[in-house]
């Protein structure tokens, strides 16, 4: 039978596999040919010296050729080993455990080699440091060469050390078969999910003081059991996993762009902006989206300022700070340091006087995200921006991600939202309803608009929501929101208020727990259906990540690319390796009943009416001159964008822009150069 290969050694299962030891040993191969050639050189010169020291036992010239005669062999030896196991972890795709059988006892002999090298590295620090061997090296050449490699063998045993505490699994003696009944599975899900809170809990000892800090912990680490249950997955088995899916899926886009062509369907994108917003409300538009981003953005403070001017942000902020003994003592602000360093990147970002914002609080606590009260006179609005994620705590925020019970006036009874983010929104209730009193109070005909970016836009939401009933007329504008905000039905209420725009291959824009469940399923089907051995993948991988996927690899990477249509189904008992008549018990175990795997009952979606644009892709232009018409055509526009709805963002996509399409820097760049591009770039009558 084929399984994941999760490598076995002393009875027990690590965070390593089989074949992840090429690349290691190549490298300690190397290393080792050049202390070779050293320590040869060495026992040229000073064997025949040994001979002539001061006494010739064990605390002379003995010692000393000992020391040089082991060294040079165990390293002969050493170098010899890591050839084998370098040559046995190469063999075989990732799922054909049995043609590295060998690997296990190669590994466990080298484990075994550590004790007379840890001995020879003992004997030559007492010769070269301790001067208890009477026989002196006069040699400055043998003497450096001696002392640096006795110092890089410590060095390397160290690494050793920290390499097998890193892929030590303190699971690690449960087998894979004690799994497979519900009864074993739950009590081993559990702990996991208590190992993972440990972890925590000693990894970000300081986020214990926070009020939820141990629930988050708890909710996280529940998270991460789920996703890895009943899978014999190491680390580098999910790397290589997602470097096949961006194969697989740039595959799959091809066939998908060839049916369109032959269907001769009408593209889903447009450049034209004004069809895109024939239809919308007026609210609903790019220059007040821009608006409103540019204010999201400022609510990142001080921190956005720096990462945007590494150089200059301190000269930027400088102007804007206030001197601690200035500081008034009824204060608009909360919860900043004493300089009102992020209330100085606030007004830096947004270009706005300390008198425009009516409030501002920066008290960042796991379930508790700084906002801004914003008086916008351009626009005659009450703006409240809400910060995304830039600390540890919003990512444990972030990763909070069940589901529980999410009420508000207009919603169904059983609307489900990101737990993480509706204990945000309550929490930042409380704060801002007195706030917003004041506000209208002193403004009573202006409009009320929330906006953020990444969790701050998921925040904006659910607190709007609980907002819309006092304030019905308010408008939100999100961006890059989360794909597991909210459940389905109140994603449709949503729509006639808030506006989502989401840039690219965004990652968070499909981040779920039910796309991330999903990926896993996937990239244990993808592994299956390759037929390159690991190191073959992840040299590609660097290969694609500078140059790209070529045409080749999506056809040449797989044992027969036509099966992979049959693993998209979620319902995959019958999920088949090519040449291999028994399917793996793992990838069936994981496919089958996917509903009873998941993590959340619940499947959440992205809120609002979504407009996702997307670089347009440059195809080359059949003909250069004026057409009979007598135009011509200035400039390409860079992007196109559609409404999308949330079932579009279901699916994650390893893409090399998953990342950097997220960024509010590049979120504003796409917007403000569509609007630019609308503004500039014109269809000419030719006279």
Not at 515 to 539: D, F, G
Not at 611 to 637: S, Y
Request: charged share 20%; glycine share 4%; aromatic share 10%.
């Amino acid at each position: 039978m084929i399984r994941m290969p999760a490598l076995r050694l002393l009875g027990r299962k690590w965070l390593a596999a089989s074949d992840d030891l090429v690349f290691p040993s190549i490298f300690e191969l190397l290393f080792r040919f050049v202390w070779l050639v050293l320590i040869a050189l060495v026992v040229e010169v000073l064997y025949p010296i040994t001979w002539q020291c001061q006494t010739d036992g064990w605390h002379g010239g003995a010692f000393v050729r000992l020391y040089l005669c082991g060294t040079l062999a165990l390293q002969a030896s050493l170098m010899l080993l890591l050839a084998a196991l370098a040559q046995q972890s190469a063999r075989g795709t990732i799922t054909e455990t049995d043609a590295r059988k060998l690997v296990s006892p190669l590994l466990l002999l080298k484990v075994f080699l550590v004790l007379p090298e840890v001995a020879l590295n003992v004997m030559g620090t007492m010769w070269m440091f301790c001067e208890v061997i009477e026989c002196s090296v006069t040699d400055t050449f043998s003497s450096i060469v001696i002392q640096s490699i006795v110092l890089f063998n410590w060095v390397q045993l160290a690494l050793t050390v920290f390499g097998l505490f890193m892929v030590f699994d303190p699971l690690g003696s449960v087998n894979y078969g004690d799994m497979q009944d519900t009864p074993n599975q739950v009590r081993h899900h559990r702990k996991v999910t208590g190992l993972w809170s440990r972890r925590f809990r000693w990894a970000f000892c300081w986020l214990k003081r926070d009020e939820h800090g141990k629930e988050a912990f708890q909710q996280v680490a529940a998270l991460l059991s789920a996703l890895f249950r009943s899978t014999d997955l190491v680390p580098s088995d999910v790397v290589a996993g997602c470097v096949l899916l961006r194969v697989r899926q740039k595959r799959e886009t091809r066939e998908m762009r060839r049916i369109q062509m032959l269907n001769d369907e009408e593209p889903i994108y447009t450049t034209d902006v004004n069809k895109v917003f024939s239809e919308t409300p007026p609210w609903m538009n790019l220059d007040d989206a821009l608006h409103y981003l540019r204010l999201s953005i400022a609510a990142y403070g001080w921190p956005y300022v720096l990462y945007r001017h590494c150089l200059t942000g301190f000269c930027k902020l400088a102007r804007h700070l206030t001197c601690c003994c200035c500081r008034p003592k009824n204060s608009i602000v909360t919860d900043d340091n004493c300089c009102l360093c992020h209330f100085a990147g606030v007004k830096y970002m947004s270009k706005l006087s300390a008198d425009d914002i009516i409030f501002a609080s920066f008290n960042n606590r796991v379930f508790e995200l700084p906002f801004c009260v914003i008086s916008d006179h351009d626009r005659e609005s009450i703006v409240v921006a809400v910060r995304g994620s830039i600390s540890l705590r919003d990512i444990f925020t972030d990763f909070s991600a069940g589901s529980e019970k999410f009420e508000a006036d207009g919603l169904p009874e059983d609307t489900a939202a990101h737990k993480g983010m509706s204990m945000g929104a309550a929490k930042m209730l409380r704060r801002l309803l007195p706030v917003l009193d004041r506000a209208f109070a002193q403004f009573p005909h202006y409009d009320l608009v929330l906006t953020g970016h990444s969790l701050g836009a998921g925040v904006a939401v659910l607190v709007a929501l609980k907002l819309r009933p006092k304030y019905p007329h308010l408008k939100v504008f999100a961006f890059s929101t989360p794909a597991g905000l909210i459940s389905r039905e109140a994603a449709r209420f949503t729509e006639s208020f808030v506006m989502t725009i989401g840039v690219g291959d965004d990652l968070v824009m499909r981040l779920s727990v039910h796309s991330i469940e999903n990926l896993r399923t996937k990239v244990i089907q993808t592994i299956h259906a390759t037929k390159l051995p690991k190191y073959r993948i992840m040299l590609n991988g660097f290969g694609y990540a500078l140059f790209g996927v070529p045409a080749r690899d999506l056809e040449s990477t797989w044992r027969r690319p036509e099966d992979l249509e049959a693993n998209n189904s979620d319902d995959s008992d019958a999920l088949l390796v090519q040449g291999v008549s028994t399917v793996s018990a793992e990838a069936a175990l994981v496919s089958r009943n996917v509903f009873a795997r998941r993590f959340s009952s619940a499947r959440l979606f992205t809120p609002g009416r979504i407009l996702h644009i997307a670089r347009r892709k440059r195809m080359g232009i059949e003909n250069n001159e004026a057409d009979e018409e007598g135009k011509v055509r200035t400039q390409e526009p860079t992007y196109e964008m559609r409404w999308a709805c949330p079932e579009d963002f279901m699916e994650l996509q390893v893409m090399p822009r998953m990342l950097l399409d997220h960024l509010p820097e590049n979120v504003h760049r796409t917007i403000q150069t569509i609007i630019e591009e609308k503004h500039s770039y014109r269809v000419t009558q030719v006279v």
